[in-house]
């Protein structure tokens, strides 16, 4: 096995989000309690990776101060530089590893294991779900989030921007050097409120999840209630987000 570092990509505007991601980056709104980068960084130290690192734009200070000490911490200045061109800037950092990166918005239950069992250091692995009613590949398979990519593509990659599956995946899936991987699943992309919602009651067991100092007066059914939210005694809420402001958004 070649040496590895993991990257989890956090710079996402989380524009599909709002209004949640203007009260916090999308990478820090919590899944069953847990903030997304955490839940990510967690996904990469389970395959035994211990070097770390983390691109962000929006909210850059933000995010820097939630991963220190953690993850090295890779800032984008003006444009965001999409997938790839995250990877270009890091190139330095990464140095002639093999690289996991994971989407921090990816909610994927499971091991992830598989995406490294019997490896041959050289190919492009996706972690993949089945899902023929929104596939990326084949008719079946939806990218889940997660892939390995090896320095001999990484090296590759520029500091501009642009996407993975656009200047490394399409090439490689034509001449066969893109190897698809599946994983067991469940996975959710949280792009949207209702796919937050979904993510944070696949955690949850369908129960409404209570972040710290939350509050609830009247009832609230199959919610998130962000810490320190309140539901006040009048209120009846149902499949819905509420945050500490009192925002509430329908999943």
Known sequence: MTELCGVALAAGSGARLRPLSLELPKALCPVGGVPLIDLALERLVSLGIGSLAVNTHSFAETMAAHVDGRAHVSVESGQALGTAGALGQLRPWIAGRATVVTNADAYLLGPVSPLLDGWNGSSIRLGVVHDEDSPDFDGRWRYAGI?????????????????????????GLATGRVELVPLPGPFVDCGTPADYLAANMLASGGSTVMGEGAVVEGSAVRCVLWPRARVAEDEHLVDAIRTATGLTVQG
Do not use: D, F, I, N
């Open 147 to 171: 892939c390995v990519m090896p320095w001999a593509e990484v090296c590759l990659l520029e500091s501009v921007p642009s996407g993975l599956y656009e200047v490394s995946w399409r090439a």
